[in-house]
């Protein structure tokens, strides 16, 4: 007896040894499957939720179908084990094993999901899930109701919509509700299945379990059972769940036509479902042709869901047909009249329709829908994130209106109150402070932006444009060229940062200034504003050719470009090509009849290269017309008159200019040039006749030709002041004009010298003149 035991003990070692051995050997072959399956769970997790049930799945494959355990024999084998009667078989230890690393590396995932949404769920309204904010018991009845309602749409797929949201399917508020006979029947016939599934061996009943795992398990976090979802009924979510589906039809039917009674009947069902379910598809791809199209569709299976109504409009909204889309938006507010959003797009679109007024009532509606700010009392208050932008579209609408500045303020900040992180009302403000004329608070705003959002270009961009309001130009070009890092093809800063390196006068930043212009007109080659700016860099670098060349192209983009046709005419005027500048001035005038400098560059033209002084005096005179105290065009008439030898005309005309002026010394050069001539000729004149008043005998005339000569010697060419404009900047935040001015140089110094050197050998010459007609 005792050797008999002690060859079981041995035989008993030997065998666990080798068991243990054979184990060792087996575990690459073990544990690489369960590796791959984590890894590939990971993978699908981060696609979808739903990928992380896929570890629900093979811990119920692992059991019941890989080692063939039924729930009796589980619930047998826990009872031995806790009475001491029965150690745990090495198998069923490897497999609780197996279960404890899925399980291990599922609640892994799980945290990681959890940090990526910075433990924070998404934020749905009662819109999105009415029954997830819905009391007792209806949140309870209508969550179980809708799970014979998704069991209905995967056995009967006829009405199927796109979206399931809000009032979709009615809340079941009491038990008395008829529908409860569909989530009894439906738990029923789920219970008996799972029963049947875990009771029973055999390969039928393995089939029906990984039947049911494939529906009940992807459908769970869809479900509401852990946390509530943005839905009432989602069809994508019966994407995998329609796999376990097909598998237990499919095993239903096996079983139905292996009998010889039902053979017929059943392949006759099986062809209208395979017919009928063809044909469905295929109908319901015309319905996803286009968004307009698929709304349409869902709208003739739930006409109580203002969100369908809504994306109808938005559809319409895109396709700019605004009448259609505002009766869309309209039926929406009546079937859901608290619907915030509803409201706001009727604002949007009336807004669309320049129909202010009614735009803010609508906008009002929808203020007055969101949570209301009690005094003395906490209490916290889910808002959706697209809600708060009432604030900001009521505010970007009222703020048109001049006197309603802070009323706008106002909304901005109160939008920033419910949301301290509210970016875009941030930056709105920022814009709204610069219209008020308070660069500094815009400043602030437009930092307390970035500290939300760095990589935002458009946000440095606005921050120059605020620094040069401050009068910071340095700061102001240091923004641009962040904005530039981060975005290079930003259009508005390439060409607002080319614009104040080309002010800036530095010639070391014309070279970036012209490549940055460059870069702008290849971003948008139809805006004439690139390449006039253009042609003012190259005639401040001397480049005539080149200047003449991106000017024509600025005119040709847009014929009736102010600037570029100034200073094209400018520019021939300063490379002695002024014949050239008149047909160019003239379609200046064609276009801005009132262009003042236009206007004077013309005169000037038509006077010294033309010599037509009728013409010329036009020009001056509308100049006076337009604007009497304008003191170029004043003093240019004046040199008119001189040239008419209406002597006493130009004196008084000099006179008035120079009152409008006093601190002109040219205006007063000319002047005396006028007076000394007068007196000249009232000189010969006086010598020209006797004492008596009668004739002298043998009298001569002084020759015009003479007078002309000196009157030539002695003029002295006008001072041209042009103010040009250098081109126009329509920002995505403000619209500013750049005038720069080109000016026409002062005679210098030596070229005075040598007039008044003229002028005192033209009075010599006329000494002479009197002396020869008193016969000396």
């Given at each position: 007896?005792?050797?008999t035991d002690v060859l079981e003990h041995e035989l008993s070692w030997?065998?666990?040894?080798?068991?243990?051995?054979?184990?060792?050997?087996?575990?690459?072959?073990?544990?690489?499957?369960?590796?791959?399956?984590?890894?590939?769970?990971?993978?699908?997790?981060?696609?979808?939720?739903?990928?992380?049930?896929?570890?629900?799945?093979?811990?119920?494959?692992?059991?019941?179908?890989?080692?063939?355990?039924?729930?009796?024999?589980?619930?047998?084998?826990?009872?031995?084990?806790?009475?001491?009667?029965?150690?745990?078989?090495?198998?069923?230890?490897?497999?609780?094993?197996?279960?404890?690393?899925?399980?291990?590396?599922?609640?892994?995932?799980?945290?990681?999901?959890?940090?990526?949404?910075?433990?924070?769920?998404?934020?749905?309204?009662?819109?999105?899930?009415?029954?997830?904010?819905?009391?007792?018991?209806?949140?309870?009845?209508?969550?179980?109701?809708?799970?014979?309602?998704?069991?209905?749409?995967?056995?009967?797929?006829?009405?199927?919509?796109?979206?399931?949201?809000?009032?979709?399917?009615?809340?079941?508020?009491?038990?008395?509700?008829?529908?409860?006979?569909?989530?009894?029947?439906?738990?029923?016939?789920?219970?008996?299945?799972?029963?049947?599934?875990?009771?029973?061996?055999?390969?039928?009943?393995?089939?029906?379990?990984?039947?049911?795992?494939?529906?009940?398990?992807?459908?769970?976090?869809?479900?509401?059972?852990?946390?509530?979802?943005?839905?009432?009924?989602?069809?994508?979510?019966?994407?995998?769940?329609?796999?376990?589906?097909?598998?237990?039809?499919?095993?239903?039917?096996?079983?139905?036509?292996?009998?010889?009674?039902?053979?017929?009947?059943?392949?006759?069902?099986?062809?209208?479902?395979?017919?009928?379910?063809?044909?469905?598809?295929?109908?319901?791809?015309?319905?996803?042709?286009?968004?307009?199209?698929?709304?349409?569709?869902?709208?003739?299976?739930?006409?109580?869901?203002?969100?369908?109504?809504?994306?109808?409009?938005?559809?319409?909204?895109?396709?700019?047909?605004?009448e259609r889309a505002l009766r869309f938006f309209i039926q929406a507010?009546?079937?859901?009249?608290?619907?915030?959003?509803?409201?706001?797009?009727?604002?949007?679109?009336?807004?669309?329709?320049?129909?202010?007024?009614?735009?803010?009532?609508?906008?009002?509606?929808?203020?007055?829908?969101?949570?209301?700010?009690?005094?003395?009392?906490?209490?916290?208050?889910?808002?959706?994130?697209?809600?708060?932008?009432?604030?900001?579209?009521?505010?970007?609408?009222?703020?048109?209106?001049?006197?309603?500045?802070?009323?706008?303020?106002?909304?901005?900040?109160?939008?920033?109150?419910?949301?301290?992180?509210?970016?875009?009302?941030?930056?709105?403000?920022?814009?709204?402070?610069?219209?008020?004329?308070?660069?500094?608070?815009?400043?602030?705003?437009?930092?307390?932006?970035?500290?939300?959002?760095?990589?935002?270009?458009?946000?440095?961009?606005?921050?120059?444009?605020?620094?040069?309001?401050?009068?910071?130009?340095?700061?102001?070009?240091?923004?641009?060229?962040?904005?530039?890092?981060?975005?290079?093809?930003?259009?508005?800063?390439?060409?607002?940062?080319?614009?104040?390196?080309?002010?800036?006068?530095?010639?070391?930043?014309?070279?970036?200034?012209?490549?940055?212009?460059?870069?702008?007109?290849?971003?948008?080659?139809?805006?004439?504003?690139?390449?006039?700016?253009?042609?003012?860099?190259?005639?401040?670098?001397?480049?005539?050719?080149?200047?003449?060349?991106?000017?024509?192209?600025?005119?040709?983009?847009?014929?009736?470009?102010?600037?570029?046709?100034?200073?094209?005419?400018?520019?021939?005027?300063?490379?002695?090509?002024?014949?050239?500048?008149?047909?160019?001035?003239?379609?200046?005038?064609?276009?801005?009849?009132?262009?003042?400098?236009?206007?004077?560059?013309?005169?000037?033209?038509?006077?010294?290269?033309?010599?037509?002084?009728?013409?010329?005096?036009?020009?001056?005179?509308?100049?006076?017309?337009?604007?009497?105290?304008?003191?170029?065009?004043?003093?240019?008439?004046?040199?008119?008159?001189?040239?008419?030898?209406?002597?006493?005309?130009?004196?008084?005309?000099?006179?008035?200019?120079?009152?409008?002026?006093?601190?002109?010394?040219?205006?007063?050069?000319?002047?005396?040039?006028?007076?000394?001539?007068?007196?000249?000729?009232?000189?010969?004149?006086?010598?020209?006749?006797?004492?008596?008043?009668?004739?002298?005998?043998?009298?001569?005339?002084?020759?015009?030709?003479?007078?002309?000569?000196?009157?030539?010697?002695?003029?002295?060419?006008q001072t041209l002041n042009s103010n040009i404009n250098k081109g126009?900047?329509?920002?995505?935040?403000?619209?500013?004009?750049?005038?720069?001015?080109?000016?026409?140089?002062?005679?210098?110094?030596?070229?005075?010298?040598?007039?008044?050197?003229?002028?005192?050998?033209?009075?010599?010459?006329?000494?002479?003149?009197?002396?020869?007609?008193?016969?000396?």
């Amino acid at each position: 007896y005792r050797l008999t035991d002690v060859l079981e003990h041995e035989l008993s070692w030997v065998n666990t040894h080798f068991l243990r051995c054979a184990a060792v050997q087996q575990l690459p072959r073990l544990w690489t499957p369960i590796a791959v399956t984590v890894c590939l769970v990971a993978v699908a997790t981060l696609c979808k939720e739903q990928g992380i049930t896929v570890v629900g799945i093979c811990c119920v494959y692992e059991v019941f179908i890989a080692q063939g355990y039924t729930l009796p024999m589980l619930l047998d084998a826990a009872m031995q084990i806790l009475r001491g009667k029965w150690s745990i078989p090495y198998s069923m230890l490897q497999t609780l094993l197996k279960l404890i690393v899925l399980m291990f590396s599922t609640l892994l995932l799980v945290v990681v999901r959890v940090q990526v949404i910075q433990s924070q769920l998404p934020v749905f309204t009662r819109f999105d899930n009415p029954a997830a904010v819905s009391p007792s018991p209806a949140r309870q009845l209508t969550f179980n109701y809708l799970l014979p309602v998704n069991a209905w749409l995967l056995l009967n797929p006829s009405e199927l919509c796109c979206d399931w949201t809000m009032g979709t399917i009615p809340l079941v508020e009491s038990f008395l509700d008829i529908r409860n006979i569909a989530t009894i029947t439906f738990f029923c016939f789920l219970g008996s299945l799972i029963v049947f599934s875990l009771r029973y061996p055999g390969d039928s009943s393995k089939t029906v379990l990984m039947a049911l795992c494939l529906i009940v398990l992807p459908f769970i976090p869809a479900s509401n059972l852990f946390f509530p979802v943005g839905f009432v009924v989602a069809e994508r979510v019966l994407y995998v769940p329609s796999m376990g589906f097909c598998i237990l039809i499919a095993h239903g039917w096996k079983r139905l036509s292996n009998k010889s009674v039902l053979r017929k009947l059943s392949w006759i069902c099986l062809s209208v479902v395979l017919f009928t379910h063809a044909l469905k598809t295929l109908h319901r791809n015309w319905d996803w042709e286009s968004e307009y199209t698929l709304f349409m569709s869902a709208l003739k299976v739930n006409k109580n869901n203002a969100k369908l109504w809504n994306n109808v409009g938005h559809a319409l909204e895109n396709e700019k047909n605004f009448e259609r889309a505002l009766r869309f938006f309209i039926q929406a507010t009546q079937v859901q009249p608290d619907d915030i959003g509803a409201h706001m797009n009727v604002g949007r679109t009336y807004k669309n329709l320049n129909k202010t007024k009614e735009a803010e009532e609508s906008y009002m509606i929808a203020k007055s829908l969101m949570p209301q700010i009690i005094p003395g009392k906490k209490y916290a208050a889910r808002v959706a994130p697209n809600h708060l932008n009432v604030y900001i579209n009521l505010a970007n609408l009222i703020r048109a209106n001049e006197s309603r500045l802070e009323e706008a303020d106002q909304l901005y900040r109160q939008a920033i109150s419910m949301r301290p992180d509210f970016k875009q009302a941030y930056i709105s403000r920022g814009e709204l402070l610069l219209k008020m004329n308070k660069p500094v608070k815009a400043k602030e705003a437009y930092l307390r932006a970035l500290e939300l959002d760095r990589t935002n270009a458009d946000l440095w961009y606005n921050l120059a444009i605020v620094y040069i309001e401050l009068k910071d130009p340095t700061e102001a070009l240091k923004n641009f060229n962040q904005a530039l890092e981060l975005n290079p093809k930003h259009k508005l800063a390439l060409f607002n940062s080319a614009l104040l390196m080309q002010e800036s006068g530095d010639p070391m930043l014309r070279p970036e200034a012209k490549k940055r212009l460059l870069s702008y007109v290849k971003e948008e080659p139809q805006d004439a504003n690139g390449y006039f700016n253009l042609g003012m860099l190259a005639m401040d670098d001397k480049k005539d050719a080149e200047a003449e060349s991106w000017m024509k192209k600025a005119i040709k983009l847009q014929p009736g470009f102010r600037s570029a046709l100034f200073n094209l005419a400018l520019l021939y005027s300063q490379t002695a090509k002024e014949l050239m500048a008149l047909p160019v001035l003239e379609e200046l005038l064609r276009y801005y009849p009132d262009h003042t400098k236009g206007l004077i560059l013309k005169g000037d033209i038509l006077m010294n290269q033309k010599k037509d002084i009728s013409g010329a005096k036009k020009c001056f005179e509308k100049i006076l017309e337009m604007d009497p105290n304008n003191v170029q065009g004043k003093h240019n008439l004046c040199v008119v008159y001189f040239e008419e030898r209406d002597l006493i005309k130009a004196e008084k005309c000099l006179v008035e200019t120079l009152v409008l002026a006093p601190h002109e010394e040219y205006i007063q050069h000319h002047l005396n040039i006028v007076r000394s001539k007068i007196s000249l000729l009232s000189a010969a004149e006086q010598s020209t006749f006797p004492a008596d008043g009668t004739a002298a005998v043998g009298e001569k005339k002084i020759p015009f030709e003479n007078l002309k000569e000196v009157r030539n010697e002695q003029k002295t060419t006008q001072t041209l002041n042009s103010n040009i404009n250098k081109g126009q900047s329509n920002s995505k935040k403000r619209t500013e004009k750049n005038n720069t001015d080109k000016e026409t140089k002062k005679k210098s110094t030596k070229e005075i010298k040598d007039i008044e050197k003229k002028r005192v050998a033209a009075l010599k010459r006329l000494e002479e003149i009197e002396r020869i007609l008193n016969g000396e």
